[in-house]
């Protein structure tokens, strides 16, 4: 087959390009020139999708299936323009955010989508739900019974550029006292890098069509923590935390600087949010690495990172003493 990933170099799009070409395929990418590079054997064309559809200038050509990663409209509009008409198979890769109703566990795929973000609008991490909605929607029109649009919820493995999946593996591998969250009867739900990947190839190869969530397994936060620590082989000690009294005192939920990665307490509208149905492409073939082993690859990248470093998601060290001081003190 030839393929076409508009991306190609970082976390999933890379993904899959190695695991298209492991499978023998012809794997061209379209990426912005940066640090990242594509897998060895990927031919690589530089260009920037915010020049429009004169990006795709090198590859107006048949393709037998094609990848999108992109979150902005614009980019995903200008590519259907050049690509869509000759393209026998496409995958549009949005999000679970584009759910309106986050609170109810065990949604389907059936499940009401925001409005998509205006014609005009700037994409920004503020409207993501709306601009994959767009995006959707861009892709519906122009691709019709050839399209594939999956839903992934969070994404873990080796070049996360969140940050978010790997805090706590590496984290209690640094040992001493970890702040966790009390985490009543919260759920976790992530899924690992090359399962989407296998998957989303897989798609491509037997043109699977329609609308699916990919998500691993749901789990209670409390025991996914327990397999970081196991994975980690933690001998330090647990400061469990109310939930309330970190979200009192500042701490984020789920992503960014000083947060709890995966946490979302209670009360703020994101009961179901980890909580997803992915029967649906199970029955199409998706297959799920056991979460003990995607932690502990997910470990070995970290280590080779470096546990100390900074982050962009999680409690800094200093910030993770304060809380505790205060916490020990209240």
């Known amino acids: 087959m030839k393929v076409l990933i508009l991306g190609g170099t970082v976390f999933l799009s890379a993904a899959v390009a190695k695991h298209y070409l492991e499978r023998g395929h012809d794997v061209t990418c379209v990426s912005r020139s940066t640090n990242s590079q594509p897998p060895e054997g990927v031919r690589e064309i530089v260009a920037d999708r915010s020049r429009g559809e004169s990006a795709y200038d090198q590859v107006r050509a048949d393709w037998d299936a094609v990848i999108d990663v992109a979150t902005d409209p614009q980019f995903v509009g200008d590519a259907l323009n050049v690509l869509a008409n000759t393209a026998r198979h496409w995958t549009y890769v949005s999000s679970c955010s584009v759910y309106v109703n986050q609170d109810e566990p065990d949604c389907t795929e059936s499940e009401q989508v925001v409005e998509p973000l205006a014609p005009g609008e700037i994409s920004s991490p503020e409207n993501y739900g709306a601009s994959k909605s767009a995006g959707e929607a861009l892709c519906r029109d122009a691709v019709g019974d050839r399209l594939i649009i999956v839903r992934p919820g969070l994404i873990v493995g080796a070049g996360d550029p969140s940050d978010r999946g790997g805090y706590w593996p590496a984290r209690f591998a640094r040992g001493g006292e970890v702040l966790v969250p009390e985490a009543k009867d919260l759920s976790a739900q992530m899924i690992d890098v090359n399962d989407l990947a296998r998957w989303i190839v897989a798609c491509g190869e037997t043109r699977i069509t329609g609308t699916m969530n990919a998500v691993g397994e749901s789990r209670l936060l409390v025991d996914v923590l327990r397999e ?35 946490w979302i307490p ?65």
């Open 228 to 262: 970081a620590r196991g994975v980690a082989l933690f001998d330090g000690r647990l400061v469990v935390v109310d939930d309330q009294w970190l979200v009192d005192h500042d701490v984020a939920p789920w992503a960014g600087p000083r947060s709890l990665p995966l």
């Open 266 to 330: 209670r009360g703020q509208g994101f009961n179901g949010f980890s909580r997803r149905s992915h029967a649906l492409a199970a029955r199409h073939g998706l297959i799920l690495t056991p979460l003990e082993a995607t932690l502990r690859r997910v470990l070995e990248y970290e280590a080779t990172q470096g546990l100390d470093r900074d982050r962009r998601a999680g409690l800094g060290p200093d910030d993770e003493t304060r809380l505790i001081e205060l916490w020990r003190s209240r």
